[in-house]
């Protein structure tokens, strides 16, 4: 039997293995270097980046529930500028494939982030998080509808210019995914991040009160996988040429095949790595294993395999 091909393709960027960070979970991968090689990753997914500094959210903000946990961190981060200076050229001594995760509170926000970002080298894609409360229409989420989203993504590819890989991560809070998938899609990403948290609230019984500072979070791990794995077989299936990054509650090599088998061409673990900072490398030897035991010497011949003969 002959080697596994194990690469992976978005827009114009090949990948060496389809295993990458979940942005938000990892920051910019220093934690995890202690426990193996960044670069034995196809990618690491950066925390969301802002223009400025962010603190947070007050605490308590983080909650457990059954099969996954809330967060409600705020995106805290450095700001652009100190991330530039320190983080990325740490990545990229490290060999590190590099995916930059940026968010805004403003269409204008997103525009400048990806100015920035503009002649940086060393970096694969950028994902653009629209996942984002939209504080110039009173706080909707830029990815809960078509013309928030689509003008978003306007201006990151009109700042970024055509060779850097745009990556939408979608919000599946919303009534019809596919619908705002085609419409990013038409904007001119080249891929598509599938499913961010899902919006959920935890009441303490004891107190009677919210558990978290923020009262509502995002929830992940186990519990939303089905949801992940819905989402991305509906855009697959409308979609079949758009490459998905897909991430929901992935903790095993299964977890990941199923999701691949969906339609993704690639796999972001999260969660699972706040119980086994190894959980990224684990999962890529059990998916090796699985697409091995099913005869499939070509990794990308296992995307969307569910959807043949349907």
């Not at 990458?20 to 202690?34: H, I, M, R």
């Not at 090689?37 to 603190?55: F, H």
């Not at 204008?108 to 990806?114: H, M, N, P, S, W």
């Amino acid at each position: 039997m002959s080697a596994l091909d194990f690469s992976t393709k978005i827009g114009s960027k090949r990948f060496s293995n389809p295993i990458f960070t979940a942005s938000g979970c990892a920051s910019s991968g220093q934690e995890l270097s202690q426990f193996f090689p960044l670069s034995s990753l196809g990618a690491v997914v950066t925390k969301s980046i802002m223009t400025k500094p962010r603190t947070g959210r007050a605490t308590p903000r983080m909650a457990e529930t059954p099969s996954g946990m809330l967060n409600s961190i705020g995106l805290q981060g450095p700001g652009i500028d100190t991330f530039l200076e320190k983080d990325i050229p740490w990545l990229i001594e490290q060999q590190a494939k590099i995916i930059i995760s940026i968010a805004g509170e403003t269409v204008d926000e997103y525009g400048v982030l990806a100015r920035r970002l503009r002649a940086l080298s060393g970096i694969s894609a950028v994902e653009v998080n629209i996942s984002c409360p939209n504080v110039e229409n009173r706080g909707q989420v830029f990815a809960c509808h078509p013309d928030t989203a689509v003008a978003v993504i306007e201006s990151v590819r009109r700042n970024i210019g055509g060779e850097l890989p745009i990556i939408a991560k979608l919000s599946p809070d919303v009534t019809d995914i596919v619908e705002i998938a085609g419409a990013v899609i038409n904007a001119g990403v080249d891929g598509l991040a599938l499913i961010n948290t899902l919006l959920g609230m935890v009441i303490d019984t004891n107190s009677m009160r919210p558990k978290l500072a923020g009262k509502t979070g995002g929830l992940s791990g186990p519990a939303i996988r089905p949801v992940a794995v819905r989402a991305i077989y509906q855009v697959h299936q409308a979609f079949p040429n758009t490459p998905i990054v897909g991430m929901g509650g992935v903790a095993s090599g299964q977890d990941a095949f199923e999701l691949i088998l969906a339609g993704a061409s690639a796999v972001s673990v999260g969660t699972a790595t706040f119980g086994n900072p190894n959980a990224a490398m684990q999962i890529k030897e059990e998916l090796s294993q699985l697409l091995t035991k099913n005869g499939l010497n070509d990794f990308r011949d296992a995307i969307g395999f569910a959807h043949r003969g349907i």
